[in-house]
T-cell receptor, first 112, second 112 residues
């Protein structure tokens, strides 16, 4: 069966520090991979998605970036965090287009 | 641009009552529609997926309907239980099926 791992579960970082969140998927190959952010009182916002290794689409201009160095690994990064980057970050995967979307347990990021 | 709305934002019902959750979307050219459940501090769990050619989908006490022409979906939960308390989100799949637009969710409280 397929599983998705996302870590860390919680993170507190000072403004201006770098960020690296990692997500891996097991039990499937060539998945579509996604990073979402859920801010308090706001909906789920798609940040990045990837249909294959090295293929990243950015949905929202920001100081975040994403990379997919391996087929089942998706990384969210920032060189310098802003206060507005605080939120709940969720990684997700989808098999073939139109199949269910599966989420990880999320990372709660607080930028202080 | 697709917009997805869920009204009401919150609802409280006594145990045993049937739940009716609404989702509306502005662009009827959808690939599919998914309903998710989110418990506090957790990721999203996929409940039901309805393809654009389907009118409804059922799983246990859950039934979701889709009226693409009017831009609406409804999630019915029969005989609600306290364990059904959570936030329920709907998401609409775009034309290619690999990008979802989420509604803001409905927070449900089932009182024992």
């Amino acid at each position: 069966s397929q599983t998705i791992h996302q870590w860390p579960a919680t993170l507190v970082q000072p403004v201006g520090s770098p960020l690296s969140l990692e997500c891996t998927v097991e039990g499937t190959s060539n998945p579509n991979l996604y990073w979402y952010r859920q801010a308090a009182g706001r909906g789920l916002q798609l940040l990045f998605y990837s249909v294959g290794i090295g293929q990243i689409s950015s949905e929202v201009p920001q100081n975040l970036s994403a990379s997919r160095p391996q087929d089942r690994q998706f990384i969210l990064s920032s060189k310098k965090l802003l206060l507005s980057d605080s939120g709940f970050y969720l990684c997700a995967w989808m098999g073939q287009a139109g199949s269910p979307l599966h989420f990880g347990n999320g990372t709660r990021l607080t930028v202080t | 641009k697709q917009e997805v709305t869920q009204i009401p934002a919150a609802l409280s019902v006594p145990e045993g009552e049937n739940l009716v959750l609404n989702c509306s979307f502005t662009d009827s050219a959808i690939y599919n529609l998914q309903w998710f459940r989110q418990d506090p501090g957790k990721g999203l769990t996929s409940l039901l997926l309805i393809q654009s050619s389907q009118r409804e989908q059922t799983s246990g006490r859950l039934n979701a309907s889709l009226d693409k022409s009017s831009g609406r979906s409804t999630l019915y939960i029969a005989a609600s239980q306290p364990g059904d308390s959570a936030t329920y989100l709907c998401a609409v799949g775009g034309a290619a099926g690999n990008k979802l637009t989420f509604g803001g969710g409905t927070r449900v409280l089932v009182k024992p």
